[in-house]
């Protein structure tokens, strides 16, 4: 078998656009927009030849392979590797690189601690220490807002609702820029992540651990279940490692994002002030626009099909949550940016049995934020220019210098 990126090579199918492009390219992942529309317009499914991959944009399609979790399994990896066939880059998440049935059993013990009823527990705790954040940035002339607050914020309020006992900004926000650049082929960005990783993993690891966690947090309660016999007491540490490559670089990119999207769009921060109820389809329409998880990968478990064309066992296919938050067949105006859209269906958080598990609280965290702010903040300035940091699964913010103006 003739491997490439570490999965099979395929036979192109017939008649399937072809379109001879790196999706992983550093300066198109700056900017992905023009790649979202032309995907878009070039159909349904298209081959990849440099990769030999498939590639969806439209909505309909991504939503529905992305939801099909019997002919496009996750256990292989939901990135270029293809766990069958080679060893993976770390032990694989148990909840992520996992079909059913073993992943019913390890979801139904995440969702019970991110459930809504918990989530609501953690509200007052993410205010105050948004109101707290906010005010010291009011009070600075201009400030670095990817460090300073997309970062700040998470992880002040997430760890601490974990029940961390150690934490460390830049470890938490970079092994989850690993776990999403580990996804790509092997370019620069990858090698980053595993040299990164590398450094990183044994405090990640270590932090896992039931001795570095309190008794009253959500990893307190992952722990419980593995005391009930739900899980293995080596699984709980594996499902807190999960809330740490999944809750941090996430939610650090989507606060950065939605600063963006708001210092870039004056106007729709007027509309939010003027009615604060506006801050769930707000968030909905940051992540819509600026999709912090831009690819997600799956394998074809068996033959199959993709719109009508045959897709052969063992075919990569890229899911570009990002174009079909883009596609203007489901979005109308895709590219403007309105907080009263409510992008109901949007692909952010995915879709199907695999989607973000995490979803109410990331929203609880940018909820709280954008709520505080709307109360406390007239206007969000640039104050230079913002830069993104390609990553080969999330457009995220490198830098972005803001100046905040006191309502
Ligand atoms: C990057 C990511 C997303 C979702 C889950 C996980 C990682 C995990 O490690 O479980």
């Not at 036979?11 to 790196?22: A, E, K, R, S």
């Not at 529309?37 to 529905?64: C, D, M, N, W």
Request: net charge negative; glycine share 8%.
């Amino acid at each position: 078998m003739e491997l490439i990126e570490g999965h099979k090579v395929i036979t192109p199918p017939d008649g399937m656009p072809v379109w001879d492009i790196d999706p992983y390219d550093e300066d198109l992942l700056r900017d992905p927009v023009p790649y979202y529309r032309e995907l878009v317009a070039k159909g349904p499914v298209v081959h990849i030849p440099r990769f030999s991959i498939l590639a969806l944009g439209q909505y309909e399609t991504t939503h529905k392979v992305f939801s099909d979790h019997e002919n496009f399994v996750s256990s292989r990896g939901v990135g270029l590797n293809d766990f069958k066939i080679g060893e993976p880059w770390r032990p694989p998440s148990i909840i992520l690189e996992v079909d059913p049935p073993a992943h019913t059993r390890t979801r139904k013990v995440m969702a019970r601690a991110l459930s809504p009823k918990v989530v609501r527990t953690l509200t007052d705790m993410f205010r105050e220490t948004a109101a707290r954040m906010v005010d010291q940035l009011l009070a600075r002339d201009s400030f670095e807002a990817v460090t300073d607050l997309a970062e700040a914020f998470p992880v002040a309020v997430f760890p601490p609702a974990l029940g961390m006992k150690d934490v460390d900004q830049r470890n938490l926000v970079d092994y989850g820029a690993c776990v999403f650049n580990a996804m790509g082929p092997d370019n620069a960005m990858r090698r980053w992540a595993l040299t990164r990783n590398a450094q990183i993993s044994p405090w990640i690891m270590g932090a896992c651990a039931r001795d570095r966690l309190t008794d009253d947090g959500l990893g307190a309660m992952v722990y419980a279940a593995a005391d009930a016999g739900e899980i293995g007491q080596d699984e709980a540490a594996m499902l807190v490692r999960s809330f740490l490559s999944a809750g941090v670089d996430t939610t650090v990119t989507g606060i950065g994002n939605a600063l963006w999207a708001f210092s870039q769009n004056p106007g729709e921060w007027d509309r939010l002030r003027a009615d604060p109820s506006l801050a769930r389809p707000a968030i909905e329409e940051v992540l819509r626009y600026t999709s912090p998880v831009h690819t997600f990968g799956r394998t074809a478990g068996r033959d199959t099909e993709i719109a009508g064309f045959p897709v052969e066992e063992g075919t990569k296919v890229i899911c570009v949550l990002g174009a079909a938050n883009m596609d203007p067949a489901k979005w109308g105006d895709p590219e403007s940016f309105r907080i009263d859209r409510r992008p109901a269906g949007h692909m952010a958080f995915g879709a199907g049995i695999h989607g973000c598990v995490g979803q109410n609280i990331a929203r609880g965290e940018m909820e709280a934020l954008l709520t505080v702010m709307a109360e406390k903040v007239a206007r969000i300035e640039p104050a230079g220019d913002a830069v993104w940091r390609p990553n080969n699964a999330i457009h995220a913010l490198d830098k972005l210098p803001l100046r905040l103006i006191a309502s």
